[in-house]
Structures are given as C-alpha cells and as structure tokens.
C-alpha cells in the first residue's frame, strides 16, 4: 500500500491479485467472479487527480455506499459483500483493506453516467442564467441560485477518462447509446433513487441537491454499480446552512474545488498539491457528511 504525508492511502498493492484498474479513487481487483473495490483516499476536481489525498476519505465513501445500497434495497445492485476476511488472499492486507473494500458482482457497465439535479446550482445555474434551460431542459422563469425545482430532472454526460471532462448529452443521445428501454429504464430508477434518499437525508438535516448514479447490466438487469450517494458523486447541504441566493456550504468536495478556483490553475495534469489546511478541512466535510446520513461515527 503506497500512502501519502497524511497517511493517506494513495494505491493499493495486494500480491497475487489481478489489477484491472486504477480509477481517479478505486482500485479494482480481480477475483475471478467478482471484482475487488478498494477506495483510495485520493480526491479529484475537474477531472483530475490530486497528488495528495484526504485521509479516511475511501473508508467514508465505503461506509456510506453500503448504507444507501442497504437502503435502497428494491434497486438491484452489484455489492456481494464489504466483509474481506471471506477472500484468504486478502486476510494479511485486512488492517489496510478495513472499511474501504467491497467485493462485487461483474456488471458490463453501461457508458453514460446518470446525473439527477433537485436544485439550481453549480453548471446548472449558469446554463440556466444563460439559456432558461438545464443541458437543454427548459425550465420556468424565476428561480433563484440554489433553490430546489419544482420537478429533479434526469441529465445524463458521457463517462470521462481520466483528465478529461465529462460532457452533458441529451436524453435523445442517451437513448442512442443505451437503447431506448434502457435509457428510459435508467432515468425512472435514478429519479426514484434521488427522491428516495432526498427524502431521507432532509430528515437527517441535510439537503441532497443533487448526485451522479451509474449502472450496469447484471445477470441481464440494469443494476446501480460503483459508489452510491458519497460526497464524491453528490452535493450535500446542511438544511441549517441553506439559503437562496447563493452556494450554501457543501458536506462534499466543491471545498477542494473552490480552493483551486483561487489558483492560477489551468485544471489539467499536474495538479497543485493540496495544503495541509485544504486537506484536513476536506476530511471534516467528508466525516461530518457520512456522520450527518449514516448517524454513526467512522
């Protein structure tokens, strides 16, 4: 295991298993029936990796993807089990692997990345400042920054590689990648999905404005796949906190994001180190996230 100045865990190195990929934060193994997903605490913003990462991060993003796939238990999903002593080769990495593996089914991922928007904020807002419409989406007149829409909208993009940009598509190109039944198969469980959790996490006090799903085809089923509702894919409020207007803190990465927005940093390889303060605030919004959702200490 390769970590870094915070010890954080940067790559995992497990002898005698597969790697098939190193993601911007999971490093996938293979088990011959199943797959190994092993969290790193690296972080990326805008596509691109950071070459330091936020300690605990992977284990918060494990922890809190086990709680929504249990949770949203009526959507198939791919998870076998996050209990890592089941497989002998990884019981002598078992202290570094703890709270940040899951074993799961093989899945064919499906190549479009599901984004489901409650509020108007971020990308959204400006498309809307500019257009009156959400990646093509009209929208009525008068809403303010931040505020929550009358309806979520479904606004699918393309799956990035890394250091390159996701880009939005309609759902007409969706349904031209996927198939119409698929597409249309995607957005009905997605939008159930982001209602579903919306519902639960505003009565944990906290505002889910908005998170990217993505799914696969298993055992001839669409399924949910990778993370679910982390604050690496979603955009989590305090409702204490929340006002129209203007950004309201956020319980997820748009911190690390607003930093590099202050550097000269043209948001391509290499990426800046991230200062110790940066880091270690970071780690409190990712804890304080999974703390507020799963009502438990990591």
Request: hydrophobic share 40%; proline share 5%; charged share 30%.
């Amino acid at each position: 295991m390769r970590y870094d100045r915070n010890k954080a865990l940067l790559q995992a190195e497990i002898p005698g298993l597969e790697l098939l990929a190193r993601g911007k934060v999971r490093d996938i193994f293979d088990l011959g029936d199943s797959l190994l997903f092993v969290a790193t605490d690296r972080i990326s913003a805008f596509d691109v990796v950071m070459p330091n990462g936020i300690p605990d991060k992977g284990r918060a993003l494990t922890g809190m993807s086990l709680f929504w796939f249990k949770l949203l238990d009526w959507l198939p999903n791919h998870l076998v089990s996050s209990d890592i002593a089941s497989v002998p080769a990884l019981a002598r990495h078992a202290a570094d692997l703890d709270g940040r593996a899951m074993i799961v089914k093989k899945a064919r991922p499906l190549p479009v990345e599901c984004i489901i928007r409650g509020y108007l904020v971020g990308s959204g807002w400006n498309d809307y400042r500019k257009t009156g419409s959400v990646c093509g989406i009209k929208l009525r007149d008068g809403y303010r920054q931040a505020e929550k829409l009358d309806k979520a909208i479904f606004t699918p993009s393309t799956k990035a590689e890394q250091g390159t940009h996701d880009e939005n598509i309609s759902f007409e190109t969706a349904e031209k990648t996927l198939g119409a039944d698929i597409a249309r198969k995607v957005r009905e469980l997605s939008l159930k999905a982001y209602t579903c959790a919306a519902d639960f996490a505003i009565g944990k006090g906290v505002i889910l404005a908005d998170t990217k799903l993505e799914f696969g085809i298993l055992d001839g089923k669409v399924a949910l796949i990778d993370e679910v509702l982390t604050p690496d894919s979603s955009r989590f409020w305090p409702a204490s906190e929340y006002k129209l207007g203007s950004n309201p803190p956020s319980l997820d990465k748009q911190f690390v994001r607003d930093y590099l927005e202050s550097l000269k940093w043209e948001k391509r390889p290499p990426a800046p180190d991230l200062p110790d303060e940066i880091v270690f605030k970071t780690r409190e919004k990712y804890l304080s996230a999974y703390e507020a959702i799963t009502g438990a200490k990591l």
